[in-house]
């Protein structure tokens, strides 16, 4: 007599059309969506506190999900902001000095990530890429007036709003209408062909980081019995519509991930395509033009310093130089970062006005060893937690995503973002397996 075991997962996909989902909930999740678009001074000063309202709207709104959830604070949470009051203490004692609104940020953030999650679970990824889906649509009607109008007059008809210039934060001088972004026209222009879709957010890369989410959504988790529908082509249209660097790289890892799950014959008849895609994409005049001037900037920390001494408006370097300015924070305060305490950073001192963009850069450099490590160990198990659960092959497929979007971007230190790579920390779920028994 023989006896054979074996244990399958059970495909769990998420059913849009089933799931229930309230007005508030998209309500929410809007919310959340557009204040890490950073398209407007108002929602920057979430962290800065500078407007109470931009503060009072997601405390309101989170307070509203808890009591509809009937959310309790868990052993995890507790841990987590007890492990953060530790943290802020330490960099208290370091620098001998107190720092309230960073202090408030960090747990505040903690706070709305883990109340998303709880309070909506799974709906999050379901509401987040229809919220984008109808985002992009938006994005690309406004893309398309641009471009038919023309120059700069779609971006003089926005300059009529009033206050509209001290409202916006968009790059080059842009200007937001919360949906949409629009720069000025030479500065679009600058090394491409034609304007770039800049979305709902506060520049096209950042549009295309929100983007390329969606697609992993749509492509991994989301129940679709079309493999590539009408919301996946709106999302590549758009993203392609940004002519962003970190959104096509995106995009180029999940089509690859994602055609790995078939067969072996259609992922060697696929790859020869792949290769030459991916050989065209980057010889193509603005994509050559914007990695030699990564490179080139990177070469020029010094000048970069020097040329922002002084500055009313801090200079933004590429990702490149960014990240090797911020890491130098890192290397001087490599245990605890500076934390709050802005004023120790290198260029700071020096008396230079830089605001650099690279997101890992800067959660190492103002974090420190504690907050990488706390990232990355957070990230590492929801990456493998979503392809467990929802039983697709690639373990550290969002783990893969999730870093090379820090690379550009700090969106990961957003809640929106926070509640996508803290999900397994806060959330536990059931992996439906399949037991098969002979004897």
């Not at 957010?201 to 129940?223: C, D, Q």
């Not at 963009?357 to 990355?376: D, E, H, P, R, T």
Request: charged share 15%; glycine share 6%; with cysteine.
């Amino acid at each position: 007599m023989s006896s054979n075991s074996s244990t399958t997962v059970i495909s769990t996909k998420l059913d849009v059309e089933s799931v229930n989902i309230s007005f508030f909930e998209y309500l929410y999740v809007f919310m959340l969506v557009i204040y890490a678009g950073l398209s407007s001074n108002f929602v920057r000063s979430f962290s800065t506190f500078d407007r109470p309202m931009a503060v009072l709207i997601p405390l309101v709104m989170c307070v509203i999900l808890a009591i509809n959830s009937r959310i309790v604070f868990n052993r995890q949470i507790v841990l987590l902001l007890f492990g953060s009051v530790i943290y802020l203490f330490a960099s208290t004692v370091k620098y001998f000095e107190l720092h309230p609104k960073f202090v408030v940020s960090v747990l505040f953030n903690f706070v709305i990530a883990y109340i998303t999650v709880k309070g909506l679970k799974l709906k999050v990824f379901v509401i987040y890429e229809i919220i984008i889906y109808y985002l992009a649509i938006t994005g690309l009607l406004f893309w398309i007036i641009q471009l038919i109008m023309g120059g700069d007059i779609l971006f003089d008809f926005l300059g009529r709003i009033p206050e509209i210039d001290a409202f916006s934060s968009v790059t080059g001088g842009g200007r937001s209408i919360i949906i949409y972004s629009v720069q000025p026209f030479n500065f679009m222009r600058e090394g491409y062909a034609f304007p770039r879709n800049c979305g709902f957010a506060w520049e096209p890369g950042g549009f295309s980081v929100h983007l390329g989410l969606a697609i992993y959504i749509n492509l991994f988790l989301v129940k679709s019995e079309v493999k590539f529908n009408s919301r996946f082509w709106i999302l590549v249209l758009a993203l392609l519509s940004t002519l962003s660097t970190t959104g096509y790289v995106v995009l180029i890892t999940l089509l690859v991930f994602y055609f790995f799950q078939s067969n072996l014959k259609v992922v060697l008849l696929f790859f020869p395509v792949m290769i030459i895609g991916i050989v065209l994409l980057f010889s193509l005049p603005f994509m050559r033009d914007k990695i030699g001037k990564y490179y080139e900037e990177a070469q020029q920390i010094d000048l970069i310093v020097e040329e922002s001494y002084g500055k009313q408006t801090a200079r933004n370097p590429q990702r490149f130089a960014s990240f090797i300015i911020a890491i130098n924070d890192f290397i001087d305060n490599p245990v605890l970062g500076y934390g709050g305490h802005m004023e120790d950073r290198w260029f700071t001192k020096l008396g230079a006005n830089i605001a650099p963009i690279s997101g890992i850069g800067n959660l190492m450099a103002q974090y420190g060893i504690v907050g990488f490590l706390l990232f990355v160990i957070l990230l590492i198990n929801s990456s493998r937690l979503y392809a467990q659960y929802f039983n697709y092959k690639g373990a550290y497929l969002f783990f893969l995503i999730i870093i090379l979007v820090t690379i550009s971007y700090a969106l990961i230190l957003r809640p929106m973002i926070m509640s996508f790579w803290m999900y397994s920390f806060f959330e536990d779920i059931e992996i439906q397996t399949d037991s098969n028994n002979d004897s």
